[in-house]
């Protein structure tokens, strides 16, 4: 469904992703593994070419997109959920939704509001508060529900585990295990090696902006040595 | 009370244009993050559209229909500036974005000057509302009643549009953080330009509403910037209800100072702005600015250094050309190079404000006009001898800078950048304004040098030596541990702070720095020409300068310098022609699209390219 090869990205003069390659197959979850700073969200944003790769293809659906401006690649059904959340903090739950809504599109779940708001029941209670009235896991579930509003066949999800509490990151691992049954392919990154296991089928680490293992989780998981080579404890 | 109410009223309907104006460049600015200066040509277009469809299109409906379309054409000629000339710079420094908005003024004007003449038009009287209807026996005319009417109407309808409407929750979701939107799958560029559109036909249908109550002429562009800031820093930029109750607010103000200061009017604008700027820093009804967009990466400043050898070369060289000028030069070249040296010493003051302590100042003629003037003062009112008056202009532009900089200091980027400019103005329509004193438009004239300077030759001399001691000054504080602070104070208010920089003491003292530098360009400037005018403080003498420090490059230390020279040069050729804004403007929009990094700034990367220059890595 996607396919990164050897993409190179840049901030400034400071290389930051080098010939990183990797593979999202259609209706699986991937997990991007890595320390703080290795390129994980990096990956997500030349996805999407909010940063803009100078070199390598991306190809989704067998199209290639690296040339494509942002909402040309959200409109073919890439959604992104930030991992800083940015949430309209201005604009109430249902308006950020809003922002989100595109057209249904053949080929993946057609999302409405009510459908949201069973999988997310806090926002619903919440539909008239502002973005900024909202706490940390709320505006986390916001930024999900706001993505799928655009009904993408493919959600590159970043961290959403991070600095949000535990309750939340279980809800979070419901959403995704009922999103992927909903047929949606994902790729997620993540530092929470054990949030990963229980939603991933692939693996993939980066270190520095450079892929140094990929596999199956189970693989990951029956190989010690290499979480401790390349992942924070 | 009857004359009261009457004059609320009247109020009341002037706000009806001032409040529609506003509320597009509010609207602009908060989706496209640019202040469209442009926005005042935009208002003027309307008004002469207006003028033109009105006299073609009879009765009643006519002159709606005119009204409206005048507002649509103008939506058209926004829509056309937003595709054309700001598309390609949205990614450069905001910065020069604004350039590009000057460029665009300065076309504007000459268009209209090339379409409906340089005469000033009287706006027709609305068909069927001629006449006053008294109210508590009072005569209001009937068509300001139909504008106090309308406008609510039309501030709902907007209010309608920003709030209910998807078009309107996009907007407000660009205006905090439109890279989000985008990767939400919204066309951005549509978006832009579909706000610009709309924010110009604002501009454009106050430009023609105000018809019967005033007219149409080439200065309209520039006299409604001023309120129009004042509005929208007053009401908190961005905000619907706040521009609508500042534009009240200084309408009303504006009918009775009419009727109780007729001296003061437009004084009285900027007291009420200072005092809700003291109580509330961001308007009525606005926030704080977030400072840094997401995403935006730019490239680091070069690190400052002594000048190399060659470079001091090249300007001992350049100033020894200047010196032996009056060998083989004409008296033409040394009145021409006179002009470029003063020039030059106060766009090095503004580029000290602008590159080092990243101060945004709009309003730099003020200091150079006010020096000019206060050396005029001093001749004209207690005949001072030339050298002491001389010696004080600086000394009181400088200590009007640091007035203007205290209040102007309590905000920071685009409200800095318009209050400075809203200052500038006020000290414009004081001169203007105060004849016994200033002699208003009629200038101060017979300010001569003293005997032992007449000569043209002598001039020049005292003029190169004033004006390159002042700009290796302006260098050398630049390079001073005082510049290190103001930079500090640039990069990182919160860091600067934290090393123990008082960043407000040091922006203020910069402020008044850069005004007294000003002013002595100014003093220089009084005596080389005998006279002064008022045009020396307007909006149109800021512009130049900051054009010129853009032109130079705001990164480079001899961007002021060089761009100076260029502006100067170019001038020169251009003003034999008649429409030399024409040229100029487009000039300038060239130079923003296909070099943003200036004239010095491009060179430099040009022989860097082409290997000439070795690229100086970190
Ligand atoms: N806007 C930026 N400008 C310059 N460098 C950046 C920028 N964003 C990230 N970097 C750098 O790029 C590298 C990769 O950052 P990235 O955010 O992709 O890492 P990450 O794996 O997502 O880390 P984390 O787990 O902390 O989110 C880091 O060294 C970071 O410092
Ligand atoms: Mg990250």
């Known amino acids: 469904m996607l396919e990164v090869d050897r993409i190179n990205s840049f901030y400034g003069k400071a290389h930051v992703l080098r010939d990183l390659s990797l593979d999202v197959p259609k209706g699986e979850v991937v997990a991007l593994l890595g320390r703080n700073g290795a390129g994980k969200s990096t990956t997500m944003k030349s996805v999407m070419q909010i940063v803009r790769t100078a070199s390598g293809s991306v190809r989704f659906e067998g199209q290639e997109i690296s040339r494509l401006p942002p909402h040309k690649i959200a409109k073919l059904g890439v959604g992104y959920v930030p991992e800083d959340r940015r949430v309209f903090s201005d604009l109430t739950v249902v308006e950020n939704l809003i922002v989100g809504y595109q057209p249904p599109r053949e080929g993946s779940v057609t999302w409405t509001r009510d459908m949201l708001f069973d999988l997310f029941p806090n926002l619903a209670e919440r539909r008239n508060n502002r973005g900024k009235a909202l706490s940390g896991g709320e505006q986390q579930m916001l930024t999900i529900a706001r993505t799928l509003m655009g009904n993408p066949s493919l959600v590159l999800l970043d961290e959403p585990s991070e600095g949000v509490a535990p309750v939340i990151v279980e809800q979070m691992v419901q959403v995704i295990t009922q999103l992927k049954s909903e047929g949606l392919t994902v790729l997620l990154s993540e530092q929470n090696l054990h949030f990963a296991q229980a939603v991933a089928d692939r693996a993939v680490i980066i270190e520095s902006g450079a892929r140094v293992y990929h596999g199956t989780l189970a693989e990951l998981t029956a190989n010690p040595d290499i979480r401790d080579a390349y992942l924070a404890a | 009370m009857e004359f009261f109410v009457a004059q609320v009223l009247t109020g009341l309907a002037n706000a009806s244009s001032l409040f529609l104006v506003a509320c597009g460049l509010s609207l602009i600015f908060g989706v496209t993050r640019i202040v469209n200066f442009a926005h005042g040509s935009l208002y003027m277009i309307g008004a002469y559209t207006g003028y033109s469809l009105m006299q073609v299109l009879p009765g009643a409906v006519g002159f709606w229909g005119s009204i409206l379309i005048a507002g649509l054409v103008v939506g058209l000629v926004g829509l056309l500036i937003e595709i054309l000339v700001l598309r390609p710079v949205y990614r450069a420094p905001e910065l020069f974005q604004l350039v590009a908005t000057f460029g665009v003024i300065l076309v504007i004007q000459d268009l209209a000057l090339l379409i409906w003449g340089p005469e000033d038009l009287l706006g027709p009287r609305a068909p069927g509302l001629r006449g006053v209807v008294r109210i508590m026996g009072e005569p209001i005319p009937k068509y300001d009643i139909a504008l106090l009417i309308i406008t609510p109407f039309v501030a709902v309808a907007l209010w309608y549009l920003i709030t209910k409407t998807r078009l309107g929750v996009l907007v407000r979701a660009a205006t905090q953080d439109r890279e989000m939107v985008g990767a939400l799958g919204v066309n951005q560029s549509w978006l832009f330009t579909g706000v610009f559109a709309l924010g110009s036909a604002l501009a ?22 001023a309120p129009v800031f004042v509005v929208v820093v007053i009401g908190g930029m961005g905000s619907l209800p706040g521009a609508y109750l500042a534009a009240i607010i200084i309408s009303v103000l504006n009918v009775f100072g009419v009727s109780y200061l007729p001296e003061s009017t437009l004084v009285l604008m900027f007291v009420v ?144 950048a318009m209050l400075t400019l809203a200052f500038a103005q006020l000290i414009w329509s004081l001169v203007f304004q105060w004849g016994d004193v200033t002699g208003g438009d009629d200038g101060l004239v017979n300010i001569w040098p003293a005997e032992w300077l007449k000569a043209t030759t002598v001039y020049f001399y005292f003029t190169l030596v004033i004006a390159v001691s002042g700009i290796l000054i302006l260098r050398h504080v630049a390079h001073s541990p005082f510049g290190y602070a103001l930079r500090a104070a640039r990069d990182s208010e919160r860091q600067a702070e934290a090393t123990g920089i008082d960043t407000r003491k040091v922006r203020l003292l910069a402020f008044g720095f850069a005004g007294f530098m000003g002013g002595l360009a100014g003093a220089l400037f009084v005596f080389s020409k005998g006279s002064v005018f008022p045009n020396e403080l307007e909006i149109a003498r800021s512009f130049d300068a900051l054009i010129v420090v853009f032109l130079g490059g705001v990164k480079t230390l001899a961007g002021g310098v060089v761009g100076a020279g260029f502006f100067k040069g170019i001038e020169e050729v251009l003003i034999r022609f008649e429409y030399w804004r024409l040229l100029m403007g487009l000039l300038i929009i060239f130079v923003v699209i296909a070099a943003p990094d200036g004239v010095v700034g491009s060179l430099r990367k040009g022989l860097e390219r082409v290997g000439l220059r070795k690229v100086e890595d970190q």
């Not at chain 2, 454009?204 to 409604?224: C, H, R, T």
């Not at chain 2, 001992?316 to 060998?327: I, M, T």
């Open chain 2, 204 to 225: 454009g249908l106050g430009g023609a509403l105000q018809l019967p109550k005033g007219g149409a002429d080439l200065l309209m562009d520039f006299n409604i910037l």
């Open chain 2, 273 to 416: 702005m200072i005092v809700v700027l003291m109580i509330r820093p961001y308007g009525l009804f606005g926030r704080e600015e977030v400072a840094g967009e997401h995403g935006q990466v730019g490239e680091p400043e070069r690190p400052i250094k002594p000048a190399s050898n060659t470079v001091r070369m090249v300007v001992a060289a350049g100033l020894v050309l200047l010196a032996l000028l009056p060998l083989y030069g004409s008296h033409f070249s040394l009145v021409l190079i006179t002009d470029v040296l003063i020039f030059c010493l106060f766009a090095a003051s503004l580029h000290f404000l602008l590159g080092t302590g990243g101060l945004v100042s709009f309003g730099h003629a003020a200091y150079y006009g006010g020096g000019a003037y206060v050396a005029a003062l001093l001749v004209t009112h207690v005949n001072s001898p030339m050298e002491l008056a001389f010696l004080l202009a600086p000394v009181g532009a400088g200590l009007v800078a640091l007035a203007i900089g205290w209040v102007c200091l309590r905000l920071t980027g685009v409200y800095f």
